[in-house]
């Protein structure tokens, strides 16, 4: 009897911790949305109502209306593709050249792999505002690529940073290599193994790197700004500068841009968001 009492205390007890933290992680999560619905709310509100005090959680009235003001003179989908000129061959190539490289320092043996793999751990360090100034000159006065995408999109040839290689490369370590070898013995070629066996095993790092890379070019305002000067160049970031600047005080129509800015961002992370996840947990207890 005692021990059943026991039992049952220590499960109302855990039934209790349950409720507490998901209590906890669902206040976080609201705090984390409320930015977004203040952007989406104040976007839906005339001005005088934005500015009045105290201010209101829920509109009292639903003015559709800015959206198409703002359309009037943010030409969005010319910004939107624009945007996605740059992200989609970047992360392309910023996932496909880091499954390269991750697979090269995991399974191939070259001479001088530990000194490459320890020089370019090292770069992860380097501050990214100490080569933008050279980065910014060997662009524009070296390959004369200003005002163009291209010094947006060719860095991302190298794995779009070191991290995402190394993330590459500690999920390819703990396949076994057994595994290569007996598709070897049936006659299959390392390309054929790298993407018929392994990449599929390590699917969630892979979309993990895709989406960080995503993120990455998505807020990286200040060098879209650097590098593109044409307004039929703009992208998201450089337009909504830009347009917030002109409109003046009319902050309802500038956030309906902005709101209209950020959707793509959001949706495409609700689509990827469970392979997210699961690579995140799984880096998690990999490393």
Do not use: H
């Not at 001005?47 to 943010?74: C, D, H, M, R, V």
């Not at 007996?182 to 066996?197: E, F, H, K, Q, V």
């Not at 890379?213 to 650097?226: A, G, K, R, T, V």
């Amino acid at each position: 009897m005692l021990a059943n009492g026991v039992f049952k205390s220590a499960k109302k007890k855990e039934k209790w911790l349950n409720l507490v933290i998901t209590l906890i992680v669902l206040f976080v999560a609201l705090l984390v949305l409320l930015p977004i619905w203040w952007i989406f709310r104040s976007s839906l509100m005339s001005t005088g109502a934005l500015n009045a005090y105290p201010p209101s959680f829920i509109p009292y009235e639903w003015l559709w209306s800015n959206y198409s003001k703002a359309l009037e003179t943010f030409e969005y989908w010319k910004y939107f593709f624009n945007t996605f000129s740059i992200i989609v061959p970047a992360v392309l190539f910023g996932t496909v050249t880091a499954i390269f490289c991750g697979y090269a320092f995991a399974r191939l043996r070259f001479r001088g792999k530990k000194l490459i793999f320890n020089i370019c751990v090292g770069t992860i360090l380097l501050p990214g505002m100490v080569t933008l100034i050279p980065l910014y000159v060997f662009w524009t006065k070296g390959l004369g690529l200003g005002d163009t995408y291209w010094p947006l999109i060719l860095p991302y040839l190298t794995g779009g940073g070191f991290f995402n290689i190394f993330l590459i490369k500690q999920f390819l370590m703990t396949i076994p290599m057994e595994l290569d070898e007996a598709a070897s013995i049936d006659g299959a070629g390392r390309m054929c193994i790298l993407w018929t066996i392994l990449v599929p095993s390590i699917k969630p790092a892979v979309v993990v790197v895709a989406m960080m890379l995503f993120i990455q070019i998505w807020n990286d305002m200040l060098q879209q700004i650097i590098y593109i000067n044409s307004m039929s160049k703009f992208t998201f970031a450089v337009a909504l500068t830009n347009f917030t600047g002109s409109f003046g005080t009319n902050w309802p129509v500038a956030l309906a841009a902005t709101f209209m800015t950020i959707f793509p961002g959001i949706i495409i992370y609700i689509l990827g968001q469970k392979s997210f996840v699961e690579g995140i947990v799984l880096t998690g207890m990999k490393n």
